[in-house]
């Protein structure tokens, strides 16, 4: 069954919640009386669909259906999602709330996305005060998981629904146990945010030179490790217990102005835009969104292969993705056993692309070793076996570049078994985008035993599911290009 997510403000946080939930597979319906929504959210969208997939190495769901409304009762009637992006005005909020509950299904999830007002002030004279909840986002939205869900003693049966739909998108919702103005995070960045007034209207430092402090050095550490973990390590061996006493006293020094806020005057803001300028205003805010969006997928794809802070995240959902997709773990999964076994499927990251726009040589290797890898465990050389002293070792690799592959492709790897018997395993990967051909793989694999090293004949549990595959894949044409150099002397 279509799930329907409907979006209320479709500015910079409102396109970007429809991009998470419409690239998740939801159809996606969009309110907001401003007359350039539809082009700037379908800007957002294009950064969207060009980096989020990349995140993933399962196919994502196909996209669902985006549509724009001139009237709210259009736009959620029907939703079981409703979030709410309009700007932080507590009397504008209230008015939403009455019209949306004038007309939505008394069952559906209303957040919002507030990064300041409590659940309780929410709720205030709504109509059902326990559909309302706090799912406050960070930009953006459609590739940062962290959500801070805050409830109310009305809606607290309801929480943990709505962090079950969160993370089927793929996010990480932080329940936050009480509420409290600005919630968790935002409290942060409002500290250091006055720091900074202070520190650009006392010409200490320039914005530019303030953001090279954080990004050069601890905002990398916070990015995995948090705060007060990145701490822990400072104390060394003894731990946090030995980074407070030796740190704690400066608490008690005038090192920050924290509870001393500059007024902000228009002198101020005006030096503050102007040196913004200067740091930033070479490039367009979709520049700056590419070039941002670029290096988190780079940052979290490495997260992810240490499977650490948010790369865990992502981690997970690729095995929710698995579970939902088209990629079989085991023989018996395949429905028909005499084609071509897909064995990838997934979208070409930013990070695999060289100076020419293209896919890089290396990352076609990582491809069709990735089907390769797919292919053992179909045929049983499972993480398991390997781990029991066999395996295959990769003899000879050939491969042919038909095509151009470019970020963001939709790439699938169809894989034919051109022999498997005995101790070799003789594969030949086609590269498809659509029904373009990309690419060609042929492996010549070599079964060894981990213990001596030297080639084997695979166990009964390998070698009979692989013989079985290859008797019928025997009907299958023989692949143009195959034999082109594996085997040749």
């Known amino acids: 069954m279509t799930q329907i997510a409907t979006i209320i403000g479709g500015g910079v946080i409102g396109g970007g919640w429809a991009a998470r939930f419409l690239l998740a597979g939801w159809d ?155 919630h968790i995070a935002d409290r942060f960045l409002e500290a250091v945010w006055r720091e900074a007034l202070w520190l650009v209207k006392d010409d200490i430092a320039t914005t530019e030179e303030i953001d090279e402090a954080i990004r050069m050095g601890f905002g990398l550490r916070w990015a995995q490790m948090g705060l007060f973990e990145t701490f822990r390590i400072a104390g060394g061996e003894a731990g946090m217990r030995h980074f407070i006493d030796q740190f704690g006293p400066c608490l008690s020094w005038p090192w920050t102005r924290l509870m001393d806020v500059p007024e902000m005057t228009d002198a101020l803001a005006q030096k503050i835009a102007d040196q913004s300028d200067a740091q930033s205003g070479q490039h367009s805010i979709r520049e700056l969104e590419r070039h941002r969006d670029a290096n988190l997928v780079g940052m979290l794809r490495t997260l992810k292969a240490r499977d650490w802070g948010a790369g865990a995240v992502l981690k997970g959902h690729d095995k929710t993705l698995q579970a939902a997709g088209r990629i079989a773990d085991t023989l018996s999964d395949i429905a028909d056993p005499a084609r071509p076994v897909l064995t990838v499927d997934r979208a070409v990251p930013l990070d695999w692309t060289d100076y020419n726009g293209h896919m890089n040589e290396a990352r076609y290797l990582q491809a069709f070793g990735d089907a390769t890898d797919r292919l053992m465990q179909i045929v049983g050389c499972t993480p398991e076996y390997i781990a029991n002293g066999g395996s295959y070792f990769t003899a000879e690799t050939h491969i042919r570049h038909l095509d151009e ?85």
């Not at 409304?69 to 009637?77: P, S």
């Open 28 to 182: 996606v319906r969009v309110f907001d009386p401003d007359p350039e929504a539809q082009r700037k959210i379908g800007e957002v969208l294009d950064n969207a669909r060009a980096a989020l997939p990349g995140l993933y190495d399962m196919p994502m769901p196909a996209e669902g259906a985006l549509s724009f409304h001139d009237r709210l009762e259009d736009a959620v009637q029907g939703a079981s999602w409703i979030q709410e992006s309009v700007p932080e005005r507590l009397d504008l909020k209230h008015r939403v709330y009455r019209d949306i509950q004038a007309v939505c299904d008394p069952a559906a999830v209303i957040g919002s996305s507030t990064s300041g007002f409590k659940p309780s002030q929410l709720q205030e004279g709504a109509t059902r005060a326990e559909q309302i909840v706090v799912c406050h986002p960070f930009n953006p939205v459609y590739l940062l998981p962290l959500i801070e869900v805050v409830g109310t003693p009305a809606n607290a049966q309801m929480v943990d629904g709505v962090a079950d739909t969160l993370r089927g998108i793929g996010m990480f919702p932080l329940l936050v146990r009480k509420e409290i103005d600005a």
């Open 405 to 489: 592959v470019r970020a963001g492709a939709r790439i699938r790897i169809e894989t034919q078994v051109l022999s498997g018997a005995g101790k070799t395993m003789h594969l030949f990967h086609t590269m498809y985008e659509g029904d373009r051909a990309l690419a060609t793989g042929e492996h010549m694999l070599i079964h060894v035993s981990l213990e001596t090293r030297r080639a084997s004949v695979p166990a009964p549990q390998v070698a009979e599911p692989l013989a079985r595959l290859a008797k019928a894949h025997d009907s299958l044409p023989r692949p143009e290009g195959a034999g082109a150099a594996i085997g040749k002397r």
